[in-house]
């Protein structure tokens, strides 16, 4: 069908057998569907804008957050004392790891959901390249599943790799002239994952001796805590094990 | 002699910790704000462009192309996010050799620089080689 003006209309054509005694008959209704197609179209335009828009702002954020990075750097550049300087870097750390959350939604399709192992690759990239005194001498090495998780669990579990790993850095190989740091994401059955973060190094006392029991381990457990996991921790002569059972879903 | 390095990045907390921290490195180094500084400035002793891939105004490949267009023997180093495959091998084809993406650790920026300082292909290698 067309409209007086040749253009094409769109229209629903219902045909239904009308039951007659004299003869067959046919019961056809035809529908302009151009209000409907406007309105269709209006919304398809709608939700691009909205995705444009929320892509642009995990672009701000993480953009923002290079910068709060960087006011961290500036400041740990102008202190001359090592452990407060050490306070400053680690925060420099944390900062990123949530600026590559932020990364990882702009680049996804649906920006609901970051590939999680695709991320823990590049935190452990971005945290190589904050560690250039230790990478020389630890291996690291990263074997995930894929795993899409919502940015509720993301972050908090990104963190928590992020203080994991660091601690090892700093304290799983002390007197040694190096070892491994392994991460693992596994997918578990029943909508659950683990993460492991595991080091072949002297072995965590459980937080006795200095150093492996501040900031970073209440955060961990804080963490663990916000994404309702459970936290396992294992450590002995052969090296240390973080694992971390959780929802993939995010919080119940 | 310093080398000079032309940093392009429009925001300016940026700008002031990778000049920092390159000159601490030992380099000579010169900033720019946005595409019409970075043409200004973008002089023959320069030997290295760190270059935002966006910018206000201008796209950030098609400067780094200018810039080699002008003189290919300057090399080119562009900051971006993760990137989608398309800008990724549109830098790469117009001669960028290498990508720092965003965020990154600052730590890491004069490592990155020093590799590609000892040897284009290697340092090429390993800046391009991830560049997701």
Known sequence: LSTASDAALPVRLSLNPLPLDTAAG???????????????????????????????????????L?????????????????????????????VLSMALIHESLYQSEDLAAVSFGTYLEK?????????????????????????????????????????????????????RPGGEIRVELIRLAEGR????????????????????NTLGMQLVRTLVGQIDG????????GGTSFRIQARVGGVA | MKRRVLVVEDEPIIRMVLEEVLEEAGWEVVVAKDGQEARARYTPEVELVLLDIRLPGVDGVELAEEFLT?????????????????????????????FLHKPFSFEDVVSLL???????????????ASPF
């Open chain 1, 26 to 64: 046919v019961c056809m209704v035809v529908t302009n569907l151009t209000d409907e197609r406007r309105r269709e179209a209006s919304l398809l335009a709608s939700l691009r804008e909205k995705e444009a828009l929320l892509r642009e702002i995990h672009h701000r954020v993480k953009n923002n």
């Open chain 1, 66 to 94: 290079q910068v709060v990075a960087g006011l961290l750097h500036l400041q740990a550049r102008r202190t001359t004392e090592p452990e407060t300087r050490g306070v400053f870097v680690r925060s420099e750390n944390r």
């Open chain 1, 123 to 175: 935190l452990v990239e971005q945290l190589l390249g904050a560690h250039r005194p230790e990478r020389d001498t630890i291996r690291i090495v990263v074997m995930a599943d894929e795993v899409l998780l919502p940015l509720e669990t993301a972050v908090p579990l990104g963190l928590v790799v992020n203080e994991l790993v660091t601690n090892a850095f700093k304290h799983a190989f002390t007197g």
């Open chain 1, 193 to 212: 994952m683990r993460v492991v973060v595991e080091d072949d190094g002297v072995g965590w006392d459980g937080g006795k001796s200095a150093g492996r």
């Open chain 1, 230 to 237: 459970e936290l396992d921790v294992r450590g002995g002569p």
């Open chain 2, 70 to 98: 002008a003189r290919p023997a300057c090399r080119v180093v562009v900051m971006s996010g993760h990137g989608t495959p398309e800008t990724v091998n549109r830098a790469l084809r117009v001669g960028v050799c290498g």
């Open chain 2, 114 to 128: 020093d590799e590609l300082e000892r040897g284009p292909v290697t340092s090429s290698a390993r800046l391009a």
